[in-house]
């Protein structure tokens, strides 16, 4: 359940005490309720951006944004040695980010996380 915040409330709650710090600093236009994260939320929202805050991991979920690719291929493209590559795409995949499949003796590694993407094209448009 999502913590509710009544900013209007809160605003009449200052002006009746005459907050003048309150009255003098915030010049706030927002009026009504806001929804919050709660503290599991935020927990495993922080933990998914921490994740992602990483410049190897963000290239190769760019990288896997447009296929399905192994580790060699990822490695070859980043220039990356393979054991290197392969710890990041094991934090991604324990993260649920990414999820891999064994074909034959390679490791095919593809985007699990629906919001990966979301996020890689907001960064592309800048929006």
Known sequence: MPYRFNFTEFKKKKLEERDEAYDYYCKCDFEGEMELYTEGELKDHSHFLKILGNPL???????????????????????????????????LKSAGIVEERQEGKYRIYSIRDKRVKQILATLVDGS
């Not at 296929?67 to 070859?76: D, K, L, M, Y």
């Not at 493209?77 to 290197?84: A, D, E, M, S, V």
């Open 57 to 91: 991991r963000l290239q190769i979920l760019k990288i896997l944004s447009h296929a399905e690719f192994c580790v060699c291929a990822i490695s070859e493209i980043l220039g990356q040695q393979q054991t290197l590559v392969s710890h990041h795409l094991s934090k």
